[in-house]
């Protein structure tokens, strides 16, 4: 049986090691389906990538049917933040930032990562949004220790990108990721230092900083998934999975 903390569950050695191999493979889809990017290429031409990809693994997609979603990989372009359906309709065009978030699951276990690709030359602004976005996770590692706090986590977070002008969405967070998708605990984007949940040793996160250049308000578009900023400003997204360890914390995803 699973070891709990207040309903957090707690993976042996064993288990994290399969969590690995989830965070690999979902790594090299990632990986495949950036390669495809470019503009003329549709949403759903990436899905079909991530299809191929993830039949070569022998995996299934994560997010197939979780609460209804439709797509295999959630795609999301621009002023979109997260679960874009893929669709034939969208092609992608120079200058977009492309959002890529993909599931899986391996051996019972889930795999988690998102990332945000820019198509060809974009903005100083934007290249500095995508750094700022990315660079949370060094901000964060030093907080991925047993006794430290979900709050300090998610205050560095918000610290750093507000430091740099840019905002935290709030409507949406990371999340515990094992043998489900999402489990506890919640890891918002904002919070106080000294809050939340403790950490522990065998505790895996998927970390996932969502930053805008305007508003942290977001709307949900009529197809009823897509998540849209309020004031249709550029945002980033990208996600790790990162296991709480006794040595160190251990980036396992990788982009």
Known sequence: MPVTTDL??????SEIEILKECAKIVSEILDKVKSQIKPGVSTKDLEEVASRQMNKFD?????????GFPGKICTSINDELVHGIPSEKKIIKEGDLVKIDIGIKHKGFYGDIAETVPVGNVSEDIKRLLEVTKNCFNEVIKFCYAGYRVGDISAAIQNYVEKNGFSVIRDFVGHGIGRVLHEKPEIPNFGKMGTG???????VLAIEPMVSMGTWQVRILPDGWTVQTVDNKMCAHYEHMIAITENSPQILTSF
């Open 8 to 13: 957090i569950e707690i993976k042996t050695s």
């Open 59 to 67: 995996v299934e997609p994560a997010f197939l049917g979780y609460r």
């Open 197 to 203: 949940p403790v950490l522990t040793n065998g505790m």
